[in-house]
């Protein structure tokens, strides 16, 4: 060993002597000569090795090299190989080519190293420790295998809780309607309840729009930096605002029209004081449950649950019971002004539209939401049209079944609820695997198959099967609900069950088969679902849902379940 130590001494003066002799001779000479000399050095310390009864117990002679020359030494030996714990193992020849022509670099990978190794050839190129964020495309990559290895129960317990919380949000809106129905005001203005689908869908028109928008952001990391965590937050905000009281004055004018047109005829203060109503309860409620939406989502984010589970159904927990209780007591402010201070309706009004300019000012010059403020009122305005027709069924509903008001709000934001959690995960999907326009491989572009949709292994499908399970369980919780609490003015019978369960389970059906074929459809088109999908979806839900409902209890009419508290 004392020989050895010797010739590495010697070999080091040697390799600092042949630095100034580069200049003279060619790079490839020297190469050759340094070549020569480590295949001696070499063979010497193998012929002294072999001695010994165990290879594990010599000490390599390199282990008393500083690494840089152990690294030479090594790679110039035999480019061919790497030498490790006494076993070669053969490298690729295209790799040893480009290893041996640059020979003094001591920081070449090579692909295939374990940490394992003890004295490992080169420096290896390690994967990343679990505990180290990933960024970029990456993080991306990762993203998608967590989503795709997402168990049922998975889902479920992150859904369940609030799903529940929800239901009973619901709940409670049921109980509100319930009582104000016999109100002054919804007695003697009974458009209001044409107003209440359109203004209940604003959850889904721009809460859950919001949530679902912020929701993929985050999925995507894009909420890390405070600076655009702060910038997406404001604009969104204030889009919020603005759609809310633009959709709150027009939602007032179609209840208008359809109380106008059976009778040709719509008293002044009657319309002042749906308009102001409509756009108080639009506006404030918005700004509530948008504070909320933004406040569960960063939440979600902090404790690593998937905001797409969480936010939507959140947004209705308290959405629902809000905007009714806004919209039961403003209303209702406002009837017992007229004919002693005529100015309040029309001084809420010109607040609001006065308000208006700003908040589309702020919206526009945010690069979050300025696609937003100009793309995304056909959506909203749209779905405001199909959550009226559906407070059309509703008010002709309640005259003959007032039973039905309670129900109303329970079986919509259940429905709502769902589909857009449903809708959020889809296109949370579609965002991780490209741009809206690019479809990802393996996806129909037509309508998709029900048992392939129900009942297949995708993630999506999963998701599916576990939000269509909660139907059944989550109604009977909340009909129960309301039963003992002594609301309402239905008896809760087995016929009643059965009805009501067929009309709550045919509503979510329909409504998760649409999600996947329109969000596909928005996505190829090019337009990002987060801001179209689910106010469509939700006005759909409140659509179905009344109509479902109505017609359970026209049925259990005609078939003789008419207890006393049916039809009062």
């Known amino acids: 060993m004392s020989q050895a130590s010797s010739s590495l001494s010697k070999l080091r003066s040697r390799k600092s002597r042949m630095v100034p002799r580069a200049t003279a001779a060619s790079e490839s000479e020297i190469m050759e000569r340094q070549r020569e000399e480590m295949e001696m050095m070499e063979q010497s310390w193998r012929n002294q090795s072999s001695f010994s009864t165990s290879s594990s117990s010599v000490p390599d002679p390199l282990d008393e090299v500083d690494s840089e020359v152990a690294s030479d030494i090594r790679t110039l030996i035999d480019p061919g190989f790497s030498v490790r714990n006494g076993h070669a193992t053969e490298i690729g020849a295209q790799e040893a080519s480009n290893r ?106 721009l809460e859950m729009t919001l949530a679902s928008r912020l929701s993929t952001q985050a999925n995507l990391g894009n909420m890390d930096s405070r600076r655009e965590k702060f910038k997406m937050i404001g604009g969104n905000m204030a889009l919020v605002q603005a759609q809310a009281t633009v959709v709150g004055f027009l939602a007032s004018m179609f209840a208008m029209i359809m109380g ?32 909320l939406m933004v406040g569960v989502v960063l939440l979600s984010r902090r404790v690593n649950i998937n905001p797409d589970n969480v936010a939507t159904p959140i947004a209705a927990s308290l959405g629902d019971l809000t905007t009714l209780a806004l919209l039961a007591g403003v209303s209702s402010l406002l009837y017992s002004a007229i004919g002693k201070q005529e100015w309040l309706s029309p001084c809420i009004m010109g607040l609001f539209f006065l308000l208006l300019p700003l908040w589309i000012i702020i919206a526009v010059k945010n690069p979050y939401t300025n696609d937003v403020i100009y793309s995304g009122w056909t959506p909203v305005l749209s779905a405001m049209v199909i959550s009226s027709l559906g407070g059309v069924i509703l008010d002709a509903a309640v005259t003959a079944y007032h039973g039905i008001a309670v129900f109303q709000p329970v079986i919509n934001g259940v429905g709502g609820n769902l589909v857009a959690v449903q809708a959020s995960r889809i296109s949370t999907y579609l965002h991780r695997r490209g741009r809206p326009g690019e479809m990802p491989p393996g996806i129909s572009k037509g309508c998709a198959n029900p048992f392939t949709f129900f009942f297949g292994s995708s993630v999506n499908s999963r998701a599916a099967r576990v939000l269509l399970l909660l139907v059944v369980p989550g109604h009977l919780i909340f009909i129960y609900t309301i039963y003992y609490m002594k609301a309402g003015h239905t008896s809760i019978t087995i016929l009643f069950n059965v009805f009501y369960l067929l009309a709550a389970l045919m509503q979510v059906i329909l409504l998760l088969y649409i999600s996947q074929w329109m969000v596909h459809f928005i996505w190829r088109k090019g337009e990002d679902p987060d801001n179209v999908a689910i106010p469509y979806l939700t006005a759909i839900g409140d659509l179905l849902g009344t109509g479902f409902l109505a017609l359970a209890f026209h049925l259990l009419y005609l078939i003789g379940d008419r207890d006393a508290d049916l039809g009062e």
């Not at 992150?158 to 919804?186: C, E, N, R």
């Not at 047109?261 to 948008?290: D, N, Q």
């Open 260 to 291: 106008w047109i059976p009778k040709g005829e719509f008293p002044l203060e009657h319309a002042l004081l749906l308009c102001a109503s409509s756009m108080f309860t639009a506006a404030v409620a918005s700004f509530v449950l948008g504070s």
């Open 100 to 205: 041996s022509t640059d020979a003094d670099s001591a920081g070449s990978e090579e692909d295939g190293i374990s940490d394992s190794d003890r004295q490992p050839l080169l420096s290896a190129a390690r994967a990343a420790p679990d505990d180290v964020e990933v960024e970029g495309p990456d993080a991306v990559v990762v993203l998608q295998q967590l989503e795709e290895n997402e168990t049922s129960l998975a889902i479920m317990l992150q859904v369940l809780f609030p799903y529940i919380i929800a239901g009973f949000g619901t709940v409670g809106a049921g109980m509100v309607l319930d009582v104000v129905q016999h109100s002054p005001v919804f007695s003697n203005v009974t458009e209001l309840f044409i107003l209440v689908p359109a203004l209940l869908g604003l959850k889904g028109n």
